[in-house]
C-alpha cells in the first residue's frame, strides 16, 4: 500500500541551526503538506504545496520556514537558525484532487 | 479567521458505553475529515465526508456533516478498550488548507 515516508524518524539540532526535514509523498498525489504538532497538543498547519509552488500557508510559516521539491519524488521542509519552541513533531502529508490527506510517521525535532 | 472546535477535549467512557464528539466550525466548507492519532503515532484517516448530511460508518464510529449547521458529529457506539485514542476533525477550506481541530482525547475503561 502506497504510503508517505518521512526521514529522519528524530532529529536533535543546536539552537540556530539549520534543518531539513524531507519527504516522499505517494507518487500519483498532487497536493504535499507540512504539519507540526507540538506534544501532546493541536495539528497546526505549515504550509500547502502544488503545481510546485505554495499553494497556501499558515502565520506560522515565516521567513524562517521555506519549501522545495528539488525533484519528482521528494519534498523538503527547511527551518533555518532553529528555536527551542520549533521543537514539535512535523508530518508531512499529500493527497490527490479529492481525497483526503495521508500522513506519514512523522519527524520528531529537538532543538537543544 | 476559520475556528475548528471539537467538544469534549477528554472523554473517558466506560467499555459498552454510547457517546458523541462534536466538531463546529466557523466558515462554509463542504468537506471534513475525521482522523484517528494513537499516542506518538501519526494521523490515520477514518472518515471523508464531502456534502450535507453525509453520514458514514466503520465499525463502532459513525460520522456525520450538516454544513448548514457547519456541524460534524463523530458517534461511537458499544465503545471497546481499542478505540481508546485522539480523534481530530479537520475542516477543509479548499484542497490546499486542511485545519485541524483541537482533538478529543478518548479513554475507554473495561
Known amino acids: 500500500e502506497p504510503e508517505v515516508t518521512q526521514t529522519p524518524s528524530h532529529q536533535v539540532t543546536q539552537m540556530g541551526q539549520e534543518v531539513i526535514l524531507r519527504c516522499v509523498p505517494i507518487?500519483?498525489?498532487?497536493?504535499f503538506y507540512w504539519y507540526r504538532q507540538i506534544l501532546g497538543q493541536k495539528v497546526e498547519f505549515l504550509v500547502s504545496?502544488?503545481?510546485?509552488?505554495?499553494?497556501?500557508k499558515s502565520e506560522i510559516f515565516d521567513d524562517q520556514f521555506s519549501v522545495e521539491r528539488p525533484d519528482g519524488s521528494n519534498f523538503t521542509l527547511k527551518i533555518r537558525s532553529t528555536k527551542l519552541e520549533d521543537s514539535a513533531m512535523y508530518f508531512c502529508?499529500?493527497?490527490?484532487?479529492?481525497?483526503?490527506?495521508?500522513f506519514g510517521q512523522g519527524t520528531r525535532l529537538t532543538v537543544v | 479567521e476559520l475556528k475548528v472546535e471539537q467538544n469534549p477535549l477528554f472523554l473517558s467512557m466506560q467499555e459498552g458505553k454510547n457517546y458523541t464528539i462534536y466538531c463546529n466550525y466557523s466558515t462554509t466548507s463542504d468537506r471534513l475529515y475525521w482522523y484517528r492519532q494513537d499516542p506518538g503515532k501519526s494521523l490515520e484517516s477514518l472518515f471523508v465526508l464531502l456534502s450535507n448530511g453525509a453520514v458514514k460508518q466503520e465499525g463502532r464510529l459513525m460520522a456525520s456533516l450538516d454544513t448548514k449547521a457547519r456541524l460534524s458529529t463523530l458517534h461511537i457506539t458499544a465503545a471497546v478498550h481499542d478505540l481508546s485514542a485522539t480523534y481530530f476533525c479537520?475542516?477543509?477550506?479548499?484542497?490546499?488548507?486542511?485545519?485541524f481541530g483541537a482533538g478529543t482525547r478518548l479513554t475507554v475503561k473495561p
Open positions: 504545496f502544488y503545481n510546485n509552488e505554495i499553494s497556501e
Open positions: 502529508a499529500s493527497s490527490a484532487q479529492t481525497t483526503e490527506a495521508f
Open positions: 479537520a475542516v477543509a477550506l479548499s484542497p490546499n488548507d486542511m485545519r
Open positions: 507518487s500519483n498525489h498532487l497536493y
